[in-house]
């Protein structure tokens, strides 16, 4: 636990060939279920009770007596638990806050998706739900541009990142070991963020720097009519995000629209700086005028 960790490098053109491997699996009655038992080899883990791999592997659309979603809420706790013992012992200083932030950076659903998606485990889930496979093929291209993480422009399917929790809810509960659970999907989660890889949400970014430089920010929702949010700092349109399927994606695309445009409105903030400066003499001077006038 006390190692420093070691970032894993990422190659992209093995990513790409990986993840676009995809292949559909929407299950019916009459298409033969894959094998779990390759889920045992591709953990490295041999289940003493068979039942919980069956029932990591079932979505509650696939309509049986059980599914995952039980073994998903096991493994969320887990996986809180063990990024929190790891990131205590590994930054000694860092603050609760921040560690709160790195935790959640590496337990969120798109890096949770990805981790499903880089070891195929979204093969073997027993399913019934529509659209699911496009939504994993349009995640599989998208994740291509950005090897650890898009920080919100890209849509990740939470159902891939619930698949993750219940396997390691599903390993917890079988070997009852928290230690076990790390040994296991430690190397299954990498490449891990860490302090020097972590990085803040577009939106976030631009709230912060506003307040930073007292600027107002304002977003325009029109996601509803046309699936656009406009970006507005002081009134002036300074950015743009588009996306079909979910808001928050389309305002954090606009965020980083207007990242990208920093430089053009940082530079009206600039003149408009400029502009007060060379007002103020003048301001001052019909103040100590009007002083002089009021004497008797």
């Known amino acids: 636990m006390g190692a420093e960790p070691q970032e894993t490098p990422v190659d992209v053109n ?64 887990v996986l809180n638990l063990l990024f929190s013992r790891e990131h205590y012992f590994l930054y000694p200083d860092m603050a609760p806050g921040k560690l709160t932030r790195l935790r959640a950076a590496n337990v969120d659903t798109e890096k949770l998706a990805r981790v499903a998606l880089r070891h195929g485990f979204h093969r073997y889930l027993r399913h019934k739900k529509r659209l699911l496979e496009d939504q994993i093929q349009e995640f599989a291209r998208a994740v291509v541009h950005y090897p650890l993480h898009s920080n919100g422009l890209i849509d990740a399917p939470k159902d891939l990142a619930d698949l993750v929790e219940s396997i390691i809810g599903a390993v917890f509960m079988d070997c009852n070991s928290i230690d076990i659970v790390w040994k ?27 307040q930073k430089n007292n600027r107002t920010l304002k977003y325009v929702d029109s996601w509803e009519e046309n699936k656009i949010v ?9 950015g743009r995000g588009t996306y079909n399927l979910r808001k928050d994606v389309a305002q954090n695309r606009a965020a980083k629209d207007a990242l990208d445009n920093q430089r053009k ?11 007060q400066e060379e007002e103020s003499p003048t301001s001052q001077l019909s103040e100590e005028e009007s002083e002089v006038n009021e004497q008797p």
């Open 184 to 210: 296991v999907f430690k190397g299954l989660l990498e490449p891990i963020i860490t302090p020097e890889t972590i990085q803040i949400h577009f939106n976030t970014q631009l709230h912060e720097m506003c």
């Open 14 to 77: 093995e990513v790409k060939q990986s993840l676009l491997e995809t292949e559909p699996t929407t299950l019916t009655e009459s298409i033969s279920l894959p094998s779990l038992d390759e889920v045992e080899e591709i953990i490295d883990y041999k289940f003493e009770n068979k039942d919980l791999l069956e029932e990591a592997f079932t979505h509650s659309s696939f309509m049986c007596s059980f599914s995952y979603e039980r073994l998903e809420y096991v493994g969320d706790a």
């Open 265 to 275: 409105w940082m530079v009206l903030r600039e003149k408009e700086t400029d502009d």
């Open 230 to 238: 406009d970006c507005f700092i002081d009134g002036e349109f300074v």
